[in-house]
């Protein structure tokens, strides 16, 4: 584990949609580990508290709507202006509008899609540009299992973070050969205790305790691994695999963040 002072010291860690629920929980943990932040979030208001009892050399609030792909390059130029290049990326920022497909139009439908998978998809090209530069990197792209098994009323919300999770495989694709220390990783955080969640869902806080955890692994070994909540899924696998792997007694890898 890194001392505070040798975190502080490293780049900065860009968490979108800190406003509020996991972003915000995973702002708060990351800077109490002695991470520096960057938040972004469509209001200034929701993220004043933070900037208000958050210290100025580990913290800094970024007023940005990533539907916007000139908001988001203004809000990286931002941070690199006044906490240096961007290391680690949380791609958090969602909708979930729970609406029936029969009551959706096609700009509430796409204004979803431009959320979750085209907020996603800018914040990841402006984080690279310091990544690539760099030589390494860290992206975490929080998903959902809606986009494999989609919910009644969410089909705005499914599709958009079943892309998100094809991204993910083509940022893999793409980058993997070439920059290996760019470590990339899908995160289902699962049900949580907020306005998108449920109820009796899992606190931010605890998942936001997995996500910190998650950031700091930078070994290329983990790339690509999908996480569920606190641990690694193992890949699926046909049933030849299946078979072989029981006949040699093979157990897939495991990577708990508890």
């Known amino acids: 584990m890194l001392s505070n002072s040798k975190k502080s010291a490293g780049g900065v860690i860009v968490v979108t949609g800190a406003g509020k ?4 929980a995973l702002c708060l943990k990351l800077t109490q580990q002695g991470h520096r932040v960057a938040a972004f979030s ?4 929701s993220i004043d508290d933070m900037t208000q009892s958050l210290p100025d ?14 908001a988001v390059a203004a809000g990286f130029d931002d941070v690199r202006q006044k906490m240096g290049p961007v290391s680690a990326l949380i791609n958090n920022a969602a909708v979930y509008p729970r609406r029936d497909i029969l009551d959706e139009t096609y700009e509430s439908f796409m204004h979803t899609v431009a959320v979750n998978l085209g907020g996603m998809v800018a914040c990841t090209q402006e984080a690279l ?3 690539v530069a760099a030589g390494e990197g860290r992206i975490i792209n929080v998903t959902s299992y809606a986009g494999c098994a989609p919910a009644p009323a969410s089909a705005a919300y499914s599709v958009s973070k079943g892309a998100t999770r094809i991204f ?12 290996p220390k760019i470590v990339i990783n899908e995160w289902l955080p699962g049900q949580l205790n907020t306005d998108m969640g449920i109820p009796d869902g899992i606190a931010p806080a605890q998942a936001a305790s997995w996500g910190a955890k998650l950031i700091e692994m930078k070994d290329p070994a ?5 996480f569920d909540r606190d641990r690694s899924v193992p890949p ?23």
């Not at 046909?238 to 963040?257: E, Y």
């Open 42 to 45: 469509r209001a200034a208001s």
């Open 222 to 226: 983990v790339a690509g691994l999908v």
């Open 57 to 70: 050399d580990q913290f800094l609030a970024v007023t940005v709507d990533v539907v916007d792909p000139a």
């Open 168 to 179: 993910t495989n083509a940022l893999l694709a793409d980058l993997g050969d070439r920059f």
């Open 129 to 131: 540009k310091d990544m």
């Open 21 to 24: 629920g996991l972003g915000k």
């Open 236 to 258: 699926p696998a046909g049933f030849k695999r299946r078979v072989l792997n029981r006949l040699l007694r093979r157990q897939a890898r495991v990577v708990h963040l508890g």
